[in-house]
């Protein structure tokens, strides 16, 4: 089997809500990733430096406390800076589609909202972390039919 | 709309999210891939199953002492004999963004409004202990609530509102000590003494290492400055509630609605607990003991939770805690309707949802109460949503008669068997945490936060397959575009509060500040009240971000195990 698609869960800034962040990671666990999780209140350069020890193939950052547009662009920057441009930058949070949309321009992934789908999510990140971009993009489109096995089967 | 024109406030109209949103075929999201629909659940959203019908033998016998009279031990049917006919709840609306000047012209338009209490909402920085001009601080000035770094910013907050005429909710908790000095300070400087003073200060610490996650130091002395202002209001401030005991955001964290009353009414008891430990005699302090609750979409259980909770409280306080005061018995709470039920989806279907939840707060008996605006899941409320909201309650108080009876639903055969269902499964779970050595013990090992955690899993698994249906969500979702107009924050108030901020520091008279943190520090090494060290501290123009500095090189700081 191949090697398993290890992703950094991170939350950046002040930010305290967790619960999305905490559902996402069960849910990426149980559909076999290997999952970091940061815990909270990480600064932009801690969630870089996790995901260049942990050598992770995608950052999800977690953002609801509308500092989206500070703090996506300063992990990107660092990213780039620590050598590992290449790897996915994801999240999800409370961001405007615009928003979306800007930093999607600057190098970031997909970004998802309140409502999506931990599969939709999941399949986004399977599909762009093995450089399957058409793959990736119609996941980040709309939610996949036939997902993976279903995220909460295993517990 | 008064200031609707502001510059920082600019609304713009914005696309619903389409491309984010779950398929709006919804056998993409139900699980049916075989074509079946999932069957439907028939239980209550903390999964008690519920019955087709109910009948006499479904309540227990005793009924009529489980109840008692409204107004009466153990309050089941409410606090007040005569309730919303005597008074109606105070309408109290969540607001604060930007800077101070923003957040004071809000609360002026929402008293114009016929709002009838203020609640201050506080930025990211302000309610974690940085000043505006902290590193942590970058690009969250004022962008979640109002921006407090100094008593200059309360001032403004303040400033045309006599506060001894409104009362006033500040939802901060790790540096709530600061901002209730700084309160009384402005309360002073408008002639106003403490003991005239209404309202409520959040102060709640065990609710943020559990559920809400805001903090500065760890959970013992977190605890102990709690008390402090517990100890601090019984003496000087007989009209404030000194703690909101919250099970809102537990509820928000994934909790469930048996959880929520568990554990916060488990907080409840870690608090009382410390209080006596001090020394102090229950009575002094437990009437001014408040909580807040959130309600959320299953109606009926919602209403039984408010009713539930009531009577264990009354029991817990006169049976375990020795209370005499019948004041002491008495649960009094807030209400807000559940954020966590808004969709981004067709956001207009939220008023909807909003009005269902503000409803059952209302047949549940709350003092006090928050509607949601609908555009709160893109961001914070415009001034338009915001008083939709509040008609929302208006509508509830002078159109539907639902206030003119008292506990309308006492002797439903169905709604007296689910409060005494989910009075028993919270006890259960008391009792739990009890055996583990009490709240602080269970919170230090992560207990509460693992089962919300667990709970709001199950939760999403349920939506996912489609077992609970989310309308707009994971069924009735379409294609339309709708476009509501939201709140924008103007990335210039964080440079501006900046500047004010350090030009506070370089204004303020430099030894009086010098001798009153000395003071502050010195205290913090002792077991003294720290309450009027802060306050003098506040009244030199010590900022939020230097108090809270001393409290973390005298306490510690925490860090959350990072678990999921």
């Given at each position: 089997?191949a090697?398993?698609?290890r992703?950094?869960v ?5 930010d305290?809500h967790?619960r ?6 069960s ?5 076999g990733f290997?999952v970091i999780?940061?815990g909270?209140?990480?600064t932009?350069e ?13 950052v ?6 509308g500092?989206h547009?500070?703090l996506f ?5 660092l990213?780039r800076?620590a050598g590992?441009?290449?790897?996915l930058?994801t999240?999800?949070?409370i961001?405007?589609?615009e928003d979306?949309a800007a930093?999607?321009r600057?190098?970031?992934g997909?970004?998802?909202g309140p409502g ?5 999510i999941?399949?986004?990140i399977?599909?762009a972390t093995?450089?399957?971009t058409a793959?990736a ?8 039919r036939s997902?993976p ?7 | 709309?008064a200031?609707?024109?502001r510059?920082?406030t600019?609304?713009e109209?914005?696309?619903r999210?389409t ?5 709006p075929?919804s056998a993409?999201l139900?699980g049916?891939e ?6 439907p659940l028939?239980e209550?959203?903390s999964g008690i199953?519920v019955?087709?019908v109910?009948l006499?033998e479904?309540?227990?016998p ?5 109840l ?5 031990f ?6 007040h004999?005569e309730m919303?006919?005597k008074r ?6 969540f607001?604060?963004f ?13 008293l ?5 209490g203020l609640s201050?909402?506080?930025?990211m920085?302000?309610?974690?202990g940085?000043?505006?001009d902290h590193a ?5 000035v004022?962008?979640?609530g109002?921006?407090i770094?100094s008593l200059?910013d309360?001032e403004?907050?303040?400033r045309?509102i ?7 909710s500040m939802?901060?908790n790790?540096?709530a000590?600061?901002?209730l000095?700084m309160y ?11 003991e ?11 609710k943020e290492?559990?559920?809400q996650?805001?903090?500065i130091?760890p ?7 709690c ?10 401030m007989p009209?404030w509630?000194s703690?909101?005991?919250?099970g809102?955001h537990?509820?928000?964290?994934g909790a ?9 009414i488990?907080d409840g ?7 006596v ?5 229950v009575?002094?302090f ?6 807040f609750?959130d309600?959320?979409?299953?109606f009926?259980e919602e ?5 539930a909770g ?5 029991k817990?306080?006169?049976?375990r ?5 019948p ?8 209400a807000?309707?559940a954020?966590?039920?808004l ?12 009005a269902i939840?503000a ?5 549940g008996?709350?003092?006090?109460l928050h509607?949601?605006s ?10 338009e949503a915001a008083t939709?909201?509040?008609r ?10 639902v206030p003119?009876?008292v506990d309308?639903f ?6 007296e068997s689910l409060t005494?269902r ?5 006890m259960?779970?008391?009792r739990?945490?009890d ?6 013990h ?6 509460p936060q693992?089962?919300?955690a667990d709970s709001?899993?199950?939760f999403?698994?349920?939506?996912e397959?489609?077992?609970?249906v989310?309308?707009g969500v994971?069924r009735f ?8 107009p939201v709140?924008?924050i103007d990335p ?6 900046i ?11 430099a030894a009086?500040?010098?001798q009153?943190m000395?003071?502050l520090?010195?205290?913090?090494r002792t077991d003294?009240?720290l309450?009027?060290?802060v306050?003098?501290a506040v009244?030199?123009y010590?900022t939020?971000?230097e108090i809270s ?5 005298a306490?510690g700081?925490y ?5 999921f």
């Amino acid at each position: 089997m191949a090697r398993k698609i290890r992703v950094l869960v991170a939350k950046a800034g002040l930010d305290g809500h967790d619960r999305g962040a905490k559902v996402v990671a069960s849910a990426m666990r149980d559909a076999g990733f290997e999952v970091i999780y940061t815990g909270l209140h990480q600064t932009p350069e801690m969630i870089v430096q996790a995901a260049v020890q942990e050598d992770v193939d995608a950052v999800a950052l977690s953002i609801l406390s509308g500092a989206h547009m500070t703090l996506f662009p300063r992990v990107l920057e660092l990213m780039r800076a620590a050598g590992i441009g290449d790897v996915l930058l994801t999240g999800g949070g409370i961001i405007p589609k615009e928003d979306m949309a800007a930093l999607r321009r600057m190098g970031v992934g997909d970004l998802f909202g309140p409502g999506t789908t931990t599969t939709a999510i999941i399949d986004y990140i399977r599909g762009a972390t093995r450089g399957d971009t058409a793959a990736a993009g119609a996941a980040g489109q709309k939610p996949a039919r036939s997902g993976p096995a279903k995220a909460g089967s295993a517990r | 709309m008064a200031n609707a024109a502001r510059t920082e406030t600019r609304t713009e109209p914005r696309k619903r999210e389409t491309s984010r949103a779950p398929a709006p075929d919804s056998a993409a999201l139900s699980g049916a891939e075989n074509g079946a629909t999932p069957a439907p659940l028939f239980e209550t959203l903390s999964g008690i199953p519920v019955k087709p019908v109910y009948l006499p033998e479904d309540v227990k016998p005793g009924l009529d002492e489980r109840l008692g009279e409204p107004g009466k031990f153990p309050f089941t049917r409410g606090l007040h004999p005569e309730m919303y006919r005597k008074r109606l709840w105070t309408m109290r609306q969540f607001a604060g963004f930007g800077s101070a000047e923003h957040t004071n012209q809000r609360f002026h338009y929402l008293l114009a409004q016929g709002m009838t209490g203020l609640s201050t909402a506080f930025d990211m920085p302000t309610l974690m202990g940085y000043d505006a001009d902290h590193a942590m601080s970058f690009g969250e000035v004022g962008r979640e609530g109002v921006a407090i770094s100094s008593l200059e910013d309360m001032e403004i907050l303040f400033r045309g509102i006599p506060l001894d005429q409104v009362t006033t909710s500040m939802t901060i908790n790790a540096p709530a000590v600061v901002l209730l000095a700084m309160y009384v300070a402005v309360a002073e400087k408008q002639g106003i003494p403490p003991e005239k003073l209404g309202g409520t200060v959040q102060a709640d610490m065990l609710k943020e290492f559990i559920a809400q996650k805001e903090w500065i130091c760890p959970p013992r002395p977190s605890v102990k400055i709690c008390v402090d202002m517990i100890e601090w209001c019984a003496k000087h401030m007989p009209k404030w509630n000194s703690i909101s005991i919250s099970g809102y955001h537990i509820r928000e964290a994934g909790a469930t609605a048996v959880q929520e009353l568990a554990f916060t009414i488990a907080d409840g008891i870690g608090y009382v607990e410390e209080c006596v430990k001090r020394g102090m005699d229950v009575d002094e302090f437990a009437p001014r003991l408040s909580f807040f609750w959130d309600v959320h979409n299953d109606f009926f259980e919602e209403i039984a939770k408010f009713r539930a909770g009531r009577r264990i409280w009354a029991k817990l306080m006169r049976d375990r805690f020795g209370a005499k005061n019948p004041r002491s018995w008495q649960l009094r709470t807030h209400a807000q309707t559940a954020g966590v039920s808004l969709t981004a989806q067709q956001p207009l279907n939220n008023v909807a949802r909003v009005a269902i939840q503000a409803l059952a707060a209302v047949l549940g008996g709350t003092q006090s109460l928050h509607t949601n605006s609908m555009d709160e899941t893109l961001a914070l409320p415009t001034e338009e949503a915001a008083t939709v909201a509040l008609r929302t309650q208006q509508i509830i108080a002078y159109e539907t008669g639902v206030p003119n009876v008292v506990d309308p639903f006492a002797g439903s055969y169905f709604l007296e068997s689910l409060t005494d269902r989910v009075e028993e499964e919270a006890m259960a779970y008391i009792r739990r945490i009890d055996e583990m050595g009490g709240i602080i013990h269970a919170v230090e090992r992560g207990y509460p936060q693992k089962e919300i955690a667990d709970s709001a899993y199950r939760f999403q698994m349920q939506v996912e397959e489609g077992r609970r249906v989310i309308v707009g969500v994971n069924r009735f979702g379409g294609e339309e575009e709708i476009s509501i107009p939201v709140l924008k924050i103007d990335p210039e108030i964080e440079r501006r509060q900046i500047e004010r901020v350090r030009a506070v520091r370089q204004r303020r008279d430099a030894a009086r500040w010098e001798q009153a943190m000395k003071d502050l520090r010195d205290a913090c090494r002792t077991d003294k009240n720290l309450v009027p060290y802060v306050l003098d501290a506040v009244r030199a123009y010590a900022t939020l971000g230097e108090i809270s500095d001393l409290f973390r090189e005298a306490f510690g700081v925490y860090r959350e195990p990072a678990v999921f």
